[in-house]
């Protein structure tokens, strides 16, 4: 079955780095889109970043543009996020997904969670 795991979250201090992976399987992954999505404390969905088949294809949404990179290998069959000048606003949980060619989210982690804080 499609399974999707997130790990790299963690706590950091203002200005710094992270990067999340996403370890697919249950699936050809060469084959899908795949997106970041995450959800702030008491906040709805935000989706980040979205990627295509070869990886030379990326979207981000605008607060992110510039500290965020998305990339993925298609060799380990994992998707990763960079996250360079990390905010306070940037505190949320981080969940990977699989998209249709429509990019609907049809597959999700569990998440990981980024928290931000000095």
């Known amino acids: 079955q499609v399974q999707l795991v997130e790990s790299g979250g963690g706590l950091v201090q203002p200005g710094g780095s992270l990067r999340l992976s996403c370890a697919a399987s249950?699936?050809?992954?060469?084959?899908?889109?795949m997106s970041w999505v995450r959800q702030a404390p008491g906040k709805g969905l935000e989706w980040i970043s979205g990627?295509?088949?070869?990886?030379?294809?990326?979207y981000y949404t605008d607060s992110v543009k510039g500290r965020f990179t998305i990339s993925r290998d298609n060799t380990k069959n994992t998707l990763y996020l960079q996250m360079n000048d990390l905010k306070p606003d940037d505190t949320a949980l981080y969940y990977c997904?699989?998209?249709?060619?429509?990019?609907?989210?049809?597959?999700w982690g569990q998440g990981t969670q980024v928290t931000v804080s000095s």
């Open positions: 997904a699989r998209d249709t060619l429509t990019w609907a989210k049809e597959y």
């Open positions: 249950g699936f050809t992954f060469r084959s899908y889109y």
């Open positions: 990627i295509n088949f070869g990886g030379d294809t990326t």
